[in-house]
């Protein structure tokens, strides 16, 4: 009988080798972005145009790459921009993959301190978020397919990732521009809106720009996947220990 449940439980023990070896690994999860502005040397192009570059003093930051779309209301025979929704990600890679998203650009209905471009983050580690107004423009350099070029100053500094941000460039755009004036009130009837895809790239610049209000400093705290880690192999060793137990007491009893 002892030899019988001897080589039931050295056959036991490969059957739980053999099935663990051919159950399929956890696929990884998705790359969760934790920080905002990941790239924080200001790249060598394109150049700046001195309408629009920062006032001495100010120190790059970050950039982010944005692309979202423009909506233009038709009013009175002009299209004004009634609108802005842009993803906002740390690297394009070469690409723009949404999934990669830290924050978002979008307009407040209605202006707060003349600034409605709004950024916010939307970490879980970090909810601070800027409004910025704009200061001056200039024609892309790329054409005038593209919208302009602008310095945006901020008139809100709430802490977290936008912390001591004071300007924000708005370069590279590529498309954006409201249809032909030509349409408003004939193709597209007045208080009409349409969406236009846009893409650009944001500097964000650290400094004392003039009527700044500045809140209290939020130093948030990065999540880690550490104790996850943790707790994955120590129910892996978990069940590992459960079938060493089985076999031993099989064994001697």
Same mark, same amino acid.
């Given at each position: 009988?002892?030899?019988?449940?001897?080589?039931?439980?050295?056959?036991?023990?490969?059957?739980?080798?053999?099935?663990?070896?051919?159950?399929?690994?956890?696929?990884?999860?998705?790359?969760?972005?934790?920080?905002?502005?990941?790239?924080?040397?200001?790249?060598?192009?394109?150049?700046?145009?001195?309408?629009?570059?920062?006032?001495? +003093?100010?120190? =790059? @930051?970050?950039?982010? $790459?944005?692309?979202?779309?423009?909506?233009?209301?038709?009013? /009175?025979? *002009?299209?004004?921009?009634?609108?802005v929704t842009i993803n906002l990600i740390n690297n394009d890679n070469g690409h723009f993959d949404p999934s990669w998203e830290v924050a978002s650009l979008f307009w407040q209905s209605?202006?707060?301190?003349?600034?409605?471009?709004?950024?916010?983050?939307?970490?879980?580690?970090?909810?601070?978020?800027?409004?910025?107004?704009?200061?001056?423009?200039?024609?892309?350099?790329?054409?005038?397919?593209?919208?302009?070029?602008?310095?945006?100053?901020?008139?809100?500094?709430? +802490?977290?990732? =936008? @912390?001591?941000?004071? $300007?924000?460039?708005?370069?590279?755009?590529?498309?954006?521009? /409201?249809? *032909?004036?030509?349409?408003?009130?004939?193709?597209?009837?007045?208080?009409?809106?349409?969406?236009v895809d846009f893409t650009a790239t944001y500097y964000f610049y650290a400094g004392s720009p003039p009527n700044t209000t500045t809140a209290?400093?939020?130093?948030?705290?990065?999540?880690?996947?550490?104790?996850?880690?943790?707790?994955?192999?120590?129910?892996?060793?978990?069940?590992?220990?459960?079938?060493?137990?089985?076999?031993?007491?099989?064994?001697?009893?």
């Open positions: 009988m002892y030899q019988i449940l001897k080589v039931l439980t050295v056959c036991l023990m490969f059957v739980v080798e053999y099935a663990l070896s051919q159950a399929p690994s956890a696929q990884p999860a998705p790359q969760q972005e934790h920080y905002i502005g990941t790239v924080r040397q200001k790249p060598n192009s394109p150049d700046i145009p001195s309408n629009i570059s920062v006032p001495s +003093g100010s120190t =790059f @930051s970050f950039l982010l $790459y944005g692309s979202g779309k423009n909506e233009w209301l038709c009013q /009175s025979g *002009s299209w004004v921009l009634n609108n209605t202006p707060i301190n003349g600034g409605r471009a709004t950024f916010k983050s939307l970490l879980d580690n970090d909810t601070s978020s800027i409004i910025t107004k704009p200061d001056s423009s200039v024609a892309s350099p790329d054409g005038t397919d593209n919208i302009n070029w602008e310095r945006q100053v901020v008139n809100s500094v709430p +802490g977290g990732a =936008f @912390s001591n941000i004071s $300007y924000v460039l708005t370069i590279s755009t590529k498309r954006g521009i /409201s249809p *032909s004036a030509s349409t408003c009130g004939v193709q597209f009837q007045n208080n009409a809106k349409t969406s209290g400093p939020n130093s948030p705290t990065v999540k880690s996947d550490a104790v996850t880690t943790r707790l994955s192999r120590v129910g892996q060793l978990g069940w590992v220990s459960i079938v060493g137990f089985i076999a031993v007491g099989v064994l001697f009893f």
